[in-house]
């Protein structure tokens, strides 16, 4: 058990710094490609180059939008567990029983 502490805080950093490292570089690479002209030899690869960079910053935008939610669930998580582990600390340590001097 001890070893397991901080190990939610910690996967939900170490997945929030991954998804935002994978959004840069697929930023970066669909800037790159679209920035070269590689694929608008014609009409319908112009087009469908716009829609996929419309349809990639729409589904970032959205998640976005819903980033405070996941903070709140997260953190309302990680203090109810501080919680529940302060509680069982106190049970154990004995001062919850009433004894007499």
């Known amino acids: 058990m001890k070893n397991k ?4 805080a ?3 950093v170490v997945g ?3 998804l ?4 840069i570089i697929t930023f970066v690479v669909i800037t790159q ?13 112009s087009n469908a180059t716009t829609r996929m960079v419309n ?10 939008r819903n980033i405070p939610t996941f903070f709140t669930i997260i953190a309302a998580v990680l203090i109810l567990g501080f919680v529940l582990l ?3 600390q106190f049970q ?7 004894g007499s001097l």
């Open 5 to 8: 502490r901080g190990q939610l």
């Open 10 to 12: 910690k996967s939900t």
């Open 16 to 18: 929030i710094t991954a």
């Open 20 to 23: 935002v490292i994978t959004l």
């Open 33 to 45: 490609i679209t920035g070269a002209n590689l694929l608008t030899a014609n009409s319908e690869e």
């Open 55 to 64: 349809n990639l910053t729409g589904g970032v935008d959205q998640i976005s």
């Open 86 to 88: 302060l509680w069982r």
């Open 92 to 98: 154990g340590s004995g001062l919850a029983s009433g």
